[in-house]
């Protein structure tokens, strides 16, 4: 949600929501920058100054939640970071990353150009989040082109969060330099997990997808130290038109060489950003793509490694995978076709990306 608090003209802050007395009470004690919703004005505390008195965003910012976490900036633009009800919170580190993916959902200027959060603005974010919160992710770009400054925030998180689970996003490459390596084991939250891409079987296939030469021998370098050191690791293997071929070979790579990883997860892709502008070249059909993966999906689970689907349909997969296809798509980006109304699978299916909606040709079949 973002709205304007039509009063502030103050510095660009961090600020909690409270909209119960017990919250403000504990945000109180805490010491926290938040702003608190009456009847009749909006707060900012510690302060107690009003910055807002309009009806309609009281409104508005009563259907948020406590400890919900916002942004306030100069102009008084007030924008949520964390909603204390979802399990789907992330720190967007950074746009930037040093592989440069066909596929990527991400436009090819973010990852070129695209702004930090300092790790000061992270470790504030991460004082205003709950402790009980169940579920955070860290993602990007590739979080580690901040640099070295990223373990303060990771040492933050893991003294602050002791029953949170961590999904760290990352293409991996940074964990085949040791010293990386070294501070990453010393400095995660104990309940991490690292998910990592791989595009192919071999250099040739995962290089031309990443367009990073050396990217392959670096990811996998980096995977087997992470598994080594005893990291949590899940693997994420997209289907595009470029790799449909070799979805296979590296499941079978997998089962081969990084078998001690948590699981591996097969995707549909997200077509925006770079993947809308290549779509010639990457996009293959839902059903090609379903095929693909339930074939690499058999030879993991033949070697006792687990699988996700991720973002695929139910009326796309064969039934009998069905208990892996997972509900992925965040509740903003989901979408169902008009034939979904019919479709008596409708609430255990996870739809497809608002993104790759226009991409399908009639191949959802509502299920009856
Ligand atoms: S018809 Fe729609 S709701 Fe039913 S399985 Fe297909 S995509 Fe999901």
């Not at 004690?29 to 009847?39: A, C, G, W």
């Not at 990443?210 to 899940?234: D, M, P, R, W, Y």
């Amino acid at each position: 949600m973002i709205v304007k608090l039509e009063n502030y003209n103050g510095k660009y802050k961090i600020v909690s929501l409270a909209l119960s007395q017990v919250a403000k009470e504990d945000l109180l004690k805490d010491n926290l920058d938040f702003i608190y919703i009456s009847d009749n004005d909006i707060r900012l505390y510690p302060e107690n100054v009003v910055v807002s008195k309009d009806k309609n965003i009281i409104e508005k910012l009563r259907n948020a939640h406590d400890y919900d976490v916002y942004e306030l900036w100069e102009n008084g633009k007030f924008s949520e970071y964390y909603d204390d009800s979802s399990l789907d919170n992330y720190f967007f580190v950074t746009g930037k990353c040093n592989s440069n993916c066909v596929m990527c959902p991400s436009p090819d200027i973010s990852r070129q150009k695209g702004g930090n959060t300092s790790v000061d603005t992270l470790i504030e974010i991460a004082k205003h989040i709950p402790t009980d919160a169940p579920h955070l992710t860290i993602t990007g770009g590739e979080p580690f082109m901040v640099g070295p400054d990223i373990f303060r925030f990771f040492e933050f998180l893991g003294e602050k969060f002791e029953c949170t689970d961590f999904l760290l996003l990352t293409n991996g490459r940074i964990f085949a330099v040791d010293s990386y390596l070294e501070r990453f084991v010393e400095k995660a939250p104990k309940n991490s997990i690292v998910a990592i891409p791989i595009h192919g079987s071999t250099a040739n296939i995962h290089d031309m997808i990443t367009q990073s030469n050396g990217s392959f021998n670096q990811t996998k370098i980096g995977i087997k130290k992470l598994l080594k050191a005893g990291i949590h690791v899940e693997l994420r293997i997209v289907v595009s038109r470029l790799n449909k071929d070799d979805i296979y070979n590296i499941a079978q790579m997998i089962s081969d060489e990084l078998s001690e990883v948590d699981y591996v997860s097969i995707m549909a892709m997200e077509m925006t950003g770079s993947a809308r502008v290549n779509q010639d070249k990457v996009w293959i059909s839902y059903v090609d793509a379903a095929q693909a993966a339930e074939d690499a999906a058999l030879v993991l689970i033949e070697n006792g490694i687990d699988v996700k689907l991720y973002n695929f349909p139910l009326c796309i997969v064969k039934k009998e995978y069905w208990t892996l296809c997972e509900k992925s798509i965040s509740p903003d980006k989901v979408r169902y076709a008009e034939t979904c109304e019919n479709c008596k699978m409708k609430n255990a299916c996870g739809g497809v990306f608002a993104g790759t909606m226009s991409m399908e040709k009639g191949e959802l079949r509502a299920i009856i």
